[in-house]
């Protein structure tokens, strides 16, 4: 399936791969200049890259996008947990919350 390139977006002339940016991108090329070839598909995961959920390639991705950050809980006790900021709670968090 062909793809609108539009932003950083990449696609490989010679493996027709395509690349979430330009970072990816050189990150699947390997080699001297004369001699360059891309990384296979196994070489690209083994070097820590992956495909997203649209299906590009990523240099670094992220392993979880909704973060849970902490923040000290007022007034308890030492050595207790810290609470997670209610706004940047998790989904799965979020979901038994509902319930």
């Known amino acids: 399936m062909k793809r609108e ?24 090329r390997v080699g001297e200049y004369s001699a360059r070839r891309c990384l296979t598909a196994e070489e690209m995961q083994s070097v820590g890259m992956a495909q997203n959920a649209g299906g590009w390639w990523v240099g670094n991705p992220r392993v ?7 923040v000290p809980a007022q007034n308890q006790s030492a050595g207790s947990e810290a609470t997670p900021i209610a706004s940047e709670a998790s989904a799965s968090d979020l979901a038994m919350e509902e319930k």
């Open 5 to 28: 390139l539009n932003g950083d977006h990449n696609q490989c002339p010679r493996c027709e791969e395509y690349f979430n940016s330009t970072f990816a991108f050189d990150k699947h």
């Open 64 to 70: 979880n996008a909704i973060s849970s950050p902490t």
